[in-house]
């Protein structure tokens, strides 16, 4: 607990918030707020905006905030991926402890920075992960339901942390997002070639550094989920390209949970080519209802489950399904995409 008394302020650390953004008018300056609203002494925190050349109206917001606040600051990310946003905080940063906060979440803790210094120094933890849910105020029913999809574990890796409300010492693979500064020494920086899952790359790196990871539901940050199955599914679609490109530079850090949307994308395709045959030729051949039976039983799996998930609410049982399959088949079409780029990079397929 953070006292008032002068001496215990004069020795605390010192904290850099890290907000890599781009396009983030709808939400920024909410975030910003509760940042700068944190129980924590305004002399002993920053943050640095990384934006990546918005075109809304993000840095009209953040200027704002930097005329008010002498602990705001803006910078410019010509390179504009977020794994670039994050090395230039990293590295302009002054802070003994370091948080990646993006432009889109909410903060229902005023205490978190205070939680943050404090679970580091009583864990003694190299960096620290968080649960990151997707259920902050002010949800439509559309985003309530892709929160309700993404939570469950049909709609997210069963081996993630990020919706978990434990407590303790964990891989800081799904959920990492505090370091100390002596980190980035010891694992270097963000890979830049990332444009999606450079966080996981980078915790992938820190966990294979033997460096200790600590959690605990009192570092809870919210996101906001997207708002329009278009915006999901390409949202996915990157991080499924994301994913593809993390397992091509760490092949042993591939899972059969990383492949099944892989495949289900390859089948689904197969299953396509063979009903286009079907109406050609004017029969049916026995391969199609081979390769039919396994969707047909994914589809009554995930609309069983939309019966008990979204029981509530008639909306996200109708939602649901289709949720479920922008997710897995976004996720899937994501990794063979990036593979058919990295066939092409290594010159195995033909431009």
């Given at each position: 607990?953070i006292?008032?008394?002068?001496?215990?302020?004069?020795?605390?650390?010192?904290?850099?918030?890290?907000?890599?953004?781009?396009?983030?008018?709808?939400?920024?300056?909410?975030?910003?707020?509760?940042?700068?609203?944190?129980?924590?002494?305004?002399?002993?925190?920053?943050?640095?905006?990384?934006?990546?050349?918005?075109?809304?109206?993000?840095r009209?917001?953040?200027?704002?905030?930097?005329?008010?606040?002498?602990?705001?600051?803006?910078?410019?990310?010509?390179?504009?991926?977020?794994?670039?946003?994050r090395?230039?905080?990293?590295?302009?940063?002054?802070?003994?402890?370091?948080?990646?906060?993006?432009?889109?979440?909410?903060?229902?803790?005023?205490?978190?920075?205070?939680?943050i210094?404090?679970?580091?120094?009583?864990?003694?933890?190299?960096?620290?992960?968080?649960?990151?849910?997707?259920?902050?105020?002010?949800?439509?029913?559309?985003?309530?339901?892709?929160?309700?999809?993404?939570?469950?574990?049909?709609?997210?890796?069963?081996?993630?942390q990020?919706?978990?409300?434990?407590?303790?010492?964990?891989?800081?693979?799904?959920?990492?997002?505090?370091?100390?500064?002596?980190?980035?020494?010891?694992?270097?920086?963000?890979?830049?070639?990332?444009?999606?899952?450079?966080?996981?790359?980078?915790?992938?790196?820190?966990?294979?550094a033997?460096?200790?990871?600590?959690?605990?539901?009192?570092?809870?940050?919210?996101?906001?989920?997207?708002?329009?199955?278009?915006?999901?599914?390409?949202?996915?679609?990157?991080?499924?390209?994301?994913?593809?490109?993390?397992?091509?530079?760490?092949?042993?850090?591939?899972?059969?949970?990383?492949?099944?949307?892989?495949?289900?994308?390859?089948?689904?395709?197969?299953?396509?080519?063979?009903?286009?045959?079907?109406?050609?030729?004017?029969?049916?051949?026995?391969?199609?209802?081979f390769?039919?039976?396994?969707?047909?039983?994914?589809?009554?799996?995930?609309?069983?489950?939309?019966?008990?998930?979204?029981?509530?609410?008639?909306?996200?049982?109708?939602?649901?399904?289709?949720?479920?399959?922008?997710?897995?088949?976004?996720?899937?079409?994501?990794?063979?995409?990036?593979?058919?780029?990295?066939?092409?990079?290594?010159?195995?397929?033909?431009?």
């Amino acid at each position: 607990m953070i006292t008032n008394d002068s001496h215990c302020k004069m020795n605390l650390p010192f904290v850099t918030v890290v907000m890599p953004v781009y396009n983030e008018g709808q939400f920024i300056a909410s975030t910003i707020q509760q940042i700068v609203d944190q129980d924590y002494p305004a002399d002993k925190f920053e943050v640095i905006v990384v934006d990546g050349m918005s075109t809304d109206n993000t840095r009209y917001i953040v200027r704002k905030f930097t005329k008010k606040h002498q602990n705001i600051r803006l910078l410019a990310n010509p390179k504009m991926r977020s794994s670039a946003g994050r090395n230039m905080g990293f590295l302009e940063g002054n802070g003994e402890y370091f948080v990646v906060i993006d432009g889109h979440c909410f903060i229902p803790d005023t205490h978190l920075i205070e939680n943050i210094v404090v679970s580091f120094e009583k864990s003694g933890a190299d960096c620290l992960g968080r649960p990151q849910t997707l259920d902050p105020p002010g949800l439509s029913d559309f985003q309530k339901a892709v929160a309700i999809a993404r939570a469950s574990r049909i709609g997210h890796g069963g081996d993630s942390q990020i919706y978990s409300d434990c407590s303790g010492f964990v891989s800081p693979v799904s959920n990492g997002a505090a370091y100390r500064k002596e980190v980035f020494d010891k694992v270097g920086f963000v890979d830049e070639t990332f444009d999606a899952c450079e966080d996981v790359e980078f915790n992938y790196r820190v966990e294979k550094a033997g460096l200790s990871c600590y959690t605990a539901p009192s570092l809870l940050v919210k996101y906001y989920p997207r708002d329009s199955l278009w915006g999901l599914f390409t949202q996915l679609t990157r991080y499924g390209q994301g994913r593809r490109r993390f397992v091509h530079k760490h092949p042993d850090a591939l899972t059969l949970n990383q492949l099944i949307p892989f495949f289900f994308v390859l089948g689904f395709g197969l299953l396509l080519i063979l009903a286009c045959t079907t109406v050609l030729l004017g029969r049916m051949t026995c391969l199609i209802g081979f390769v039919a039976l396994p969707y047909v039983f994914y589809l009554c799996c995930i609309f069983l489950w939309a019966l008990w998930s979204g029981r509530t609410s008639l909306f996200a049982i109708c939602t649901l399904p289709l949720i479920i399959f922008v997710v897995h088949f976004s996720l899937g079409l994501g990794f063979l995409k990036e593979s058919i780029l990295i066939l092409r990079r290594n010159n195995v397929l033909v431009h």
